[in-house]
């Protein structure tokens, strides 16, 4: 039997901050430091999750691009304005402990990642996960 636990979105972020200090892997853990070596790992945009759990709304308060993945080094997939009215879907906490949502964006077919602080309240609140937080890697969860 596998333990999980239901967690606050604050609770997420700090669990994904140990979890990163601990050197745990996320689907696209990175080193930030520019000057890391060429066998570091870099953000991978593919493989991400992102199941619609949510049925809250938001908009965007900064235009910009919405990504393929979490990261602002994604490809783009769509651009959207100020005032755009969005369906959240899930959020996802990358490998540098910042949090992102899917959604779509309302009344259109288009869809991506922005990071929350570009969303009017915050993003999503429901883990693309499925349990309020970041997944843990396999060698982590429990059995019972």
């Not at 990504?67 to 304005?81: E, L, M, R, W």
């Amino acid at each position: 039997m596998t333990v999980t636990r239901t967690v606050t979105r604050s609770g997420a972020l700090v669990a994904a901050a140990l979890l990163v200090a601990a050197g745990a892997a996320f689907p696209a853990q990175a080193d930030p430091d520019p000057a890391a070596g060429a066998d570091q790992l870099a953000p991978t945009c593919s493989g991400w999750i992102h199941p619609n759990y949510d049925d809250a709304t938001g908009r965007v308060t900064r235009a910009g691009n919405m990504k393929v993945g979490p990261y602002a080094t994604c490809g783009n997939s769509t651009y959207v304005q100020t005032g755009t009215n969005l369906y959240y879907w899930c959020y996802a906490v990358n490998g540098y402990g910042h949090t992102w949502t899917y959604a779509r964006v309302a009344g259109s077919s288009r869809q991506g990642w922005l990071p929350d602080g570009y969303l009017s309240d915050g993003g999503s609140q429901r883990s693309c996960n499925g349990i309020g937080g970041p997944k843990l890697p396999d060698s982590l969860e429990q059995e019972g």
